[in-house]
């Protein structure tokens, strides 16, 4: 799909659309819940698409309503299941050890870029927890069998919390006493601690000293009972709109949490380090055009954030620098090469030394047309340069936003508008 984009400012107030990885932690957790599950506001993302039918496919009876899904669930997956994780590197990891809990062996799959992000991790660790990987080759497809028994162990925790959670989620299912998971070098813990809300939610709250030890106790979790959970606003989602609305125009922003422990949250901390105009009304968020200065930001426990802000540290006046790129290898494309390709053809300079990406701001880009990886985020930020273009802007490959907003370009059209 091509869209043509000839926007200069944003205006209006608009409803973030759900937390994809909330989402899938919620699904995890209804799966996992031996009762029935009410979720309101729920996804409508790939990869919240994926996580749902996952756990349809494991065996869970689900009821779609028009603001809600009904599950009920509480079983382990049957002989012969396969789940296809569609492109969601978090599916594959948050629930491949979820369908180790069964004694039957089940074939993980997936499609575009998954097969060759890395899933090395389980080799190290699902066969001392009791878990067979019969041919196992690093990459999807492959096969687990179970079932997972959970104990004391110390695993690495440096390549992905994504692992890490599939571990909490499926200890915190199947452990009849109290057993610790130690993390060596965690990383992305806020996304930690949004599987640690989760879970709590459920029932099932996690003792944790920071992020390197955590104690899964079955004697304090509540009896299991009809739930009903809330999935609230992707701040992933809002970083765009934070971003546009700090270049040009004002926004007002509903759905989110202003105390989430979504990782991408740390965009307000970006901006007011930027100098911009941000506050909160109630619960809604407003976001004001500022006159952006250069800014630092480590970005290694939030990488989803690189590529919007790259572009708005290439329209902040000065030097930029953003911290973690050795976090953008295993995207869905190889985002610092991604980031680097958009900023040449915004002629803005720019540089990589190490784990840093340098940016030097400039005031307006050329026109361009620029097909779009095949990455949700790398299109968002080719649309938040839209705006400082001195013409029209030509994307191809524009639905990849399709795997995490939907709705993306149908917003763009609603509140983004020529001078």
Same mark, same amino acid.
């Given at each position: 799909?091509?869209?043509?984009?000839?926007?200069?400012?944003?205006?209006?107030?608009?409803?973030?659309?759900?937390?994809?990885?909330?989402?899938?932690?919620?699904?995890?957790?209804?799966?996992?819940?031996?009762?029935?599950?009410?979720?309101?506001?729920?996804?409508?993302?790939?990869?919240?698409?994926?996580?749902?039918?996952?756990?349809?496919?494991?065996?869970?009876?689900?009821?779609?309503?028009?603001?809600?899904?009904?599950?009920?669930?509480?079983?382990?997956?049957?002989?012969?299941?396969?789940?296809?994780?569609?492109?969601?590197?978090?599916?594959?990891?948050?629930?491949?050890?979820?369908?180790? !809990?069964?004694?039957? $062996? #089940?074939?993980?799959? @997936?499609?575009?870029?998954?097969?060759?992000? &890395?899933? %090395? /991790?389980?080799?190290?660790?699902?066969?001392?927890?009791?878990?067979?990987?019969?041919?196992?080759?690093?990459?999807?497809?492959?096969?687990?069998?179970?079932?997972?028994?959970?104990?004391?162990?110390?695993?690495?925790?440096?390549?992905?919390?994504?692992?890490?959670?599939?571990?909490?989620?499926?200890?915190?299912?199947?452990?009849?006493?109290?057993?610790?998971?130690?993390?060596?070098?965690?990383?992305?813990?806020?996304?930690?601690?949004?599987?640690?809300?989760?879970?709590? !939610?459920?029932?099932? $709250? #996690?003792?944790?000293? @920071?992020?390197?030890?955590?104690?899964?106790? &079955?004697? %304090? /979790?509540?009896?299991?009972?009809?739930?009903?959970?809330?999935?609230?606003?992707?701040?992933?989602?809002?970083?765009?709109?934070?971003?546009?609305?700090?270049?040009?125009?004002?926004?007002?922003?509903?759905?989110?949490?202003?105390?989430?422990?979504?990782?991408?949250?740390?965009?307000?901390?970006?901006?007011?380090?930027?100098?911009?105009?941000?506050?909160?009304?109630?619960?809604?968020?407003?976001?004001?055009?500022?006159?952006?200065?250069?800014?630092?930001?480590?970005?290694?426990?939030?990488?989803?954030?690189?590529?919007?802000?790259?572009?708005?540290?290439?329209?902040?006046?000065?030097?930029?620098?953003?911290?973690?790129?050795?976090?953008?290898?295993?995207?869905?494309?190889?985002?610092?090469?991604?980031?680097?390709?958009?900023?040449?053809?915004?002629?803005?300079?720019?540089?990589?030394?190490?784990?840093?990406?340098?940016?030097?701001?400039?005031?307006?880009?050329?026109?361009?047309?620029?097909?779009?990886?095949?990455?949700?985020?790398?299109?968002?930020?080719?649309?938040?340069?839209?705006?400082?273009?001195?013409?029209?802007?030509?994307?191809?490959?524009?639905?990849?936003?399709?795997?995490?907003?939907?709705?993306?370009?149908?917003?763009?059209?609603?509140?983004?508008?020529?001078?």
């Amino acid at each position: 799909m091509n869209i043509g984009l000839d926007i200069r400012t944003v205006s209006g107030t608009l409803t973030i659309p759900p937390s994809k990885s909330m989402m899938q932690r919620v699904c995890a957790a209804a799966y996992l819940h031996r009762g029935r599950t009410t979720i309101f506001n729920p996804g409508v993302s790939e990869d919240d698409k994926a996580a749902i039918n996952i756990i349809r496919q494991m065996g869970a009876e689900l009821r779609e309503e028009a603001d809600r899904i009904v599950v009920t669930s509480g079983h382990h997956p049957q002989a012969g299941t396969t789940i296809n994780c569609g492109e969601s590197g978090l599916s594959a990891r948050l629930f491949t050890p979820i369908a180790a !809990l069964g004694q039957h $062996p #089940v074939l993980i799959t @997936g499609g575009g870029s998954l097969p060759q992000r &890395p899933m %090395h /991790f389980f080799a190290d660790v699902l066969p001392r927890l009791g878990v067979r990987m019969p041919g196992f080759s690093g990459h999807i497809p492959f096969t687990v069998q179970g079932p997972l028994f959970p104990q004391d162990i110390t695993v690495p925790g440096s390549l992905s919390s994504q692992f890490i959670s599939g571990l909490l989620f499926a200890f915190a299912a199947a452990a009849r006493q109290k057993v610790t998971l130690r993390v060596d070098k965690p990383v992305s813990t806020p996304y930690i601690d949004l599987s640690l809300q989760v879970l709590e !939610l459920f029932g099932k $709250p #996690v003792q944790q000293e @920071g992020h390197r030890l955590f104690t899964i106790d &079955p004697t %304090h /979790f509540t009896p299991a009972g009809e739930l009903a959970v809330s999935v609230e606003g992707d701040w992933s989602s809002a970083a765009f709109w934070i971003a546009a609305a700090s270049l040009s125009g004002s926004v007002t922003l509903t759905g989110l949490n202003e105390h989430s422990r979504q990782a991408d949250r740390a965009i307000l901390a970006v901006l007011q380090a930027a100098a911009g105009k941000l506050q909160w009304q109630g619960q809604d968020l407003q976001v004001q055009a500022a006159d952006l200065c250069g800014f630092e930001a480590d970005l290694t426990d939030a990488p989803d954030l690189f590529p919007v802000l790259s572009v708005l540290a290439a329209a902040a006046k000065g030097r930029s620098i953003l911290k973690g790129v050795h976090r953008l290898a295993h995207k869905e494309s190889d985002r610092a090469r991604s980031i680097s390709e958009l900023l040449s053809l915004l002629q803005v300079s720019h540089a990589i030394e190490g784990d840093r990406l340098l940016i030097e701001g400039k005031e307006h880009f050329p026109a361009f047309t620029y097909v779009v990886p095949h990455d949700h985020r790398m299109a968002m930020a080719a649309a938040l340069a839209a705006l400082r273009a001195d013409g029209p802007v030509s994307l191809g490959n524009a639905e990849a936003v399709d795997k995490s907003y939907p709705s993306f370009w149908a917003h763009v059209q609603q509140y983004c508008k020529p001078a």
